[in-house]
């Protein structure tokens, strides 16, 4: 007697074995099998279904967010490595018609594992070793970093091994992802998917055998080797390997594609569905913000950068932008797509926007249409072309909300580095320190790219840069199923093809016929700055200009700071010249004369370039007088105008590459406003620009070295769309920190020398002064008849040109006098008695007399010296003249040279223009202000009045205003924000009262 059983049912008992009973048994068994098989054939269904479906998720889901680029060393890419060409089978396209606009999808093949698949037929054994694979990071900027890991963790995935990520030592490695306290990102589904290991590789005891560490050119064979190879691999290095990747991004077969067949580069798309961002910092992109949803700006996003990755070098751009397109189209359709224009324009995406979109859908009739998200990765402000149309991430709030943090946890009684920090990098920076200033500019520049990046990945159209990492990793992160919503996603992700498949020809824009040359408008930006160093880092080229020269010619130049090759000679009369030991070359003009113009001082060029400064270890200009500001001037290039995009300007030596310039409206004086940083209370602002326009500024350069409050920054952007101001990102972010709080000496001559050469021949005159520093016009009587009101600029701008026109003055000095009442601490009654008074009405006193040394000169027991830097004073210059030499301008006149000074420079008297200096701690660290004297020398009534009323109807910055002073009632700080008030004797408070 037997017993039938099986899994899905109970046993059957026994029969007899009657005729009858036999039928029925065998009736029962052949119902009871067929229900089986039933059964089993609908799972197997089912089965097959949910894991197409789940493939499709992984392979097409549109991710959520991740990381982004660090914004802060803008080092080029590393050369790439020679690669083996891999043969991988043709992928499938359908055509979906959906609203009658047919959109190329990708149709992802069922997940099931094919028994000649890699992933089959590679089944190491688990016991065999620790199994462990790294990398070395190789100092890309953050984009770059971030793909390292994603090609590290598919080699791991592919290879059976956990993935030790390598610890972040320095500033180009950091990614933020060990330091998990800090927000940034949400690396729990990551953990979840994958075998990472985050702790080993912070211990310098890991380390990886010789032999075990492969060779830039075995890493990309690594994956293309398939298992045979991964098994020699294991036998030889059970426990780690080292893909390297210190020599450059693992690329294989053509630039931004993964390695391997088909399906281990499908594996590195998985990873990108698991990358996110913190859910606290992805609150901050546009599309999550309130005041952006519903307005159309999720339409499109563009990344668009100043001439490619790393500033101004347009080769860099144009070649690699080159490669990528050419290495991934067959060719027939690269000549359809990566003709000259495109290929230029893709470099400079904001001069070419409507071209850029390859998509009929998305273009308008009108460029003015275009609403879009910009992602600049902080290196340009599209406002001058397209003010209004655009929003940009901004993590300003979350910035404030992480020095809030870290401030708690010093309260607290815990340490930063012990308590935020993981990373070498972070630990170092945050060792020893009570707030998060030395880590702050970094975590600026790596939340802003993450931010940019997330930007991308979350808007409908994606206009993107062929050859930068950025785009690529929005393009991972948009997912196969939105490939061809983009100008060049379908471009680089095609896993199954060995050339992209183009969108249809009949949905395409701007695609096919001649391979047009007519590039847009040369750029010439009065924003952002090129910031490009040379090979050793001595030398910086801060931007190129067409400058205007005598008789209507322009003369191509570079301002830069640091060491160039030259050589100082001196005649028989001890005259010094200076002799460029370089060349200039432009397109097919090479190898041209360069003429070099140094800053003059009161000793030798010799002394104060080569010889001053020593002790502050920088190769750039600094206090002490060294002066290395410096113009090259390439007199013999010329400048086509016919050519709408100019090639890029070589300096041939051991120097290197800038760019190009800018251009402001003509007005009669502009105000060359010194690098500003840090700034809290926006009142300050909006008072500083309405008063300077009110005495005759016609237009503001502001150059912002950091971050400034959000209220502040609304504030810049006000005036920047009244067109009174233009923004200049002089940060340490964009220059590579060559502008920063520490090195504003030497930024403020660069960014003066900056202000005069975009000026020149479009202003008559162009005013230097600080940010705590106000201009104070005529204070003479004036009739009805008078051609200017009273504190106005124009009686000083009069005398000046008069002095020009007598005397050959080619600018005018005044003289700075410290405003010392800034220091008073105001009783409440005091308080009260101001509380409808502007701040610039606060502080009608000044010094009687200046306080020797630090505001005039003594001179054997008499103290009236003040000229030039003896007395801080200020001055304007004439930008008019376009036959007078363009040269470096310093602080306290054009040159330190006074000798020269005296002749070419005109001391205007008070009564015409002074600087009110809103400062002073010489008085307070020496604790003179209780015994120095004070007079009334209110600022115009009829000035501040204009004032006033300007605010009042400007009903934007009146709202700000409000505010913010609401704000500094209820804080008690209704000063100037750099002052801590003291309390002073009563003889200081007569002019409240």
Not at 61 to 90: F, G, H, M, W
Not at 277 to 306: T, V
Not at 531 to 546: E, P, S, T
Request: hydrophobic share 35%.
């Amino acid at each position: 007697m037997h017993t039938a059983t099986n899994s899905n049912c109970k046993p059957i008992s026994s029969r007899k074995k009657t005729k009858s009973n036999g039928l029925f048994r065998n009736t029962i068994i052949l119902l009871i099998v067929a229900a089986i098989v039933l059964s089993l054939f609908t799972l197997a269904l089912s089965w097959v279904a949910i894991q197409r479906d789940e493939a499709r998720n992984e392979l097409n889901a549109s991710p959520t967010r991740l990381d982004a680029p660090i914004s802060e060393p803008r080092l080029r890419r590393q050369s790439e490595v020679d690669v083996n060409k891999i043969s991988i089978e043709k992928q499938t396209v359908e055509i979906v018609h959906a609203n009658n606009q047919p959109t190329p999808k990708l149709v992802a093949p069922a997940a099931t594992a094919d028994k000649n698949s890699n992933s089959v037929i590679y089944q190491p054994d688990p016991n065999s070793g620790k199994r462990l694979l790294t990398y070395k990071r190789f100092g890309g900027r953050l984009n770059n970093q971030l793909f390292q890991f994603i090609t590290a963790l598919q080699h791991a995935k592919v290879m059976k091994r956990t993935l030790v990520v390598p610890d972040e030592i320095r500033e180009v490695d950091w990614t933020g992802m060990f330091d998990t306290e800090l927000g940034i990102w949400d690396i729990d589904s990551l953990n979840a998917a994958y075998d990472i290991d985050w702790t080993t590789g912070l211990s310098d005891d890991f380390t990886t055998p010789d032999e075990c560490l492969l060779h830039w050119k075995e890493g990309p064979k690594l994956l293309n080797g398939g298992p045979k190879h991964w098994e020699e691999w294991d036998r030889k290095c059970p426990d780690v390997i080292n893909i390297a990747g210190n020599t450059g991004l693992l690329f294989c077969e053509r630039q931004h594609q993964f390695c391997g067949d088909a399906e281990a580069q499908k594996e590195a798309y998985k990873i990108y569905s698991h990358w996110k961002l913190s859910p606290e910092l992805m609150d901050y992109i546009p599309s999550k913000r309130e005041e952006f949803k519903n307005k159309g700006y999720d339409e499109m996003a563009i990344h668009s950068r100043r001439a490619g990755e790393g500033g101004y070098d347009w080769e860099l751009c144009i070649n690699g932008n080159r490669k990528t397109c050419t290495q991934h189209l067959d060719k027939d359709v690269s000549k359809q797509f990566c003709d000259p224009r495109t290929i230029k324009g893709n470099c400079a995406i904001w001069m070419d926007l409507d071209y850029q979109i390859k998509s009929k859908s998305v273009l308008k009739n009108n460029e003015k249409d275009y609403k879009f998200v910009l992602a600049s990765d902080g290196t340009h402000d599209w406002s001058i072309d397209f003010d209004g149309q655009f929003v940009v991430a901004n993590n300003t709030e979350w910035l404030l909300a992480k020095q809030k943090h870290a401030l708690e946890v010093i309260n607290s009684g815990k340490s930063l580095d012990s308590t935020l920090a993981v990373s070498s990098f972070a630990k170092h920076r945050l060792r020893g320190q009570t707030d998060l200033s030395r880590l702050l500019s970094t975590l600026d520049a790596l939340t802003a790219t993450l931010l940019d990046l997330f930007s991308l990945v979350d808007s409908k159209y994606l206009l993107g840069g062929y050859y930068s990492t950025l785009s690529l990793n929005a393009c991972f992160l948009r997912g196969l199923d939105r490939m061809y919503d983009s100008n060049m996603c379908w471009m680089l992700m095609h896993t199954d093809t060995k050339h992209a498949i183009p969108p249809p020809m009949e949905e395409t824009a701007h695609v096919g016929g001649d391979e047009r040359n007519d590039i847009p408008a040369a750029l010439m930006s009065d924003i952002e700055h090129a910031f490009v160093r040379n090979k050793d880092g001595q030398f910086i080229a801060i931007d190129r200009y067409l400058i205007p020269a005598e008789k209507g010619k322009q003369v191509i130049g570079i301002l830069g700071d640091g060491y160039v090759p030259i050589t100082i000679e001196k005649d028989e009369k001890g005259e010094e010249s200076i002799r460029a030991d370089f060349t200039c070359s432009m397109g097919n003009e090479v190898d041209t004369p360069a003429t070099v113009v140094l800053m003059k001082g009161d000793q030798s060029y010799d002394e104060h370039y080569f010889k001053r400064g020593e002790k502050y270890k920088t190769p750039f200009s600094t206090n002490g007088d060294r002066f290395r500001t410096l113009i090259v001037l390439c007199e013999n290039l010329t400048f086509d105008k016919s050519l709408s995009r100019h090639p890029p300007l070589i300096l041939k030596s051991l120097d290197g590459k800038t760019a190009a310039a800018g251009k402001s409206d003509q007005k009669e004086l502009v105000h060359c406003l010194n690098p500003a940083y840090g700034l809290k209370d926006p009142r300050w602002v909006i008072e500083f620009m309405e008063y300077h326009r009110a005495i005759g500024v016609s237009h503001v350069h502001v150059y912002n070295v950091d971050m400034h409050s959000p209220e502040v920054q609304h504030v810049l952007q006000v005036y920047r769309a009244q067109d009174f101001i233009t923004r200049h990102d002089w940060s340490g972010k964009a220059s590579g920190e060559y502008t920063t709080r520490v090195t504003y000496e030497h930024a403020k001559w660069a960014a003066q020398t900056d202000c005069a050469l975009r000026s020149r021949g479009m202003y008559d005159y162009a005013l230097f002064s600080d940010i705590d520093e106000v201009v104070s016009g005529s204070t003479m009587k004036t009739d009805a008849d008078s051609k200017y009101p009273a504190g106005h600029l124009g009686p000083a701008l009069d005398a000046c040109q008069e002095a020009k026109t007598k005397g050959g003055k080619i600018g005018c000095s005044f003289n700075s006098n410290t405003v010392t009442s800034v220091y008073t601490k105001l009783s409440d009654e005091e308080e009260l008695a101001m509380k409808d008074k502007l701040i610039l009405e606060r502080y009608g006193r000044i010094e009687a007399s200046p306080h020797c040394p630090a505001n005039c000169k003594c001179t054997q027991g008499t103290c009236q010296e003040r000229k030039f830097h003896y007395g801080r004073q200020k001055y304007m210059a004439d930008v008019r003249d376009t036959e007078l030499q363009p040269r470096p301008m310093w602080t306290h006149a054009i040159a330190r040279d006074y000798e020269e000074m005296d002749r070419v420079m005109e001391i205007l008297p008070d009564a015409l223009i002074s600087v009110r200096h809103h400062q002073g701690h010489w008085y307070l660290n020496k604790g003179l202000l209780d015994s120095m004297e004070e007079v009334d020398a209110p600022l115009s009534g009829a000035v501040m009045k204009t004032v006033r009323e300007s605010i009042e109807n400007a009903s934007e910055l009146k709202e700000i205003y409000a505010k913010a002073k609401d704000d500094a009632q209820t804080k008690s700080m209704l000063g100037v924000e750099w002052i801590n008030t003291v309390e002073r004797a009563a003889k200081y408070h007569k002019s409240v009262m």
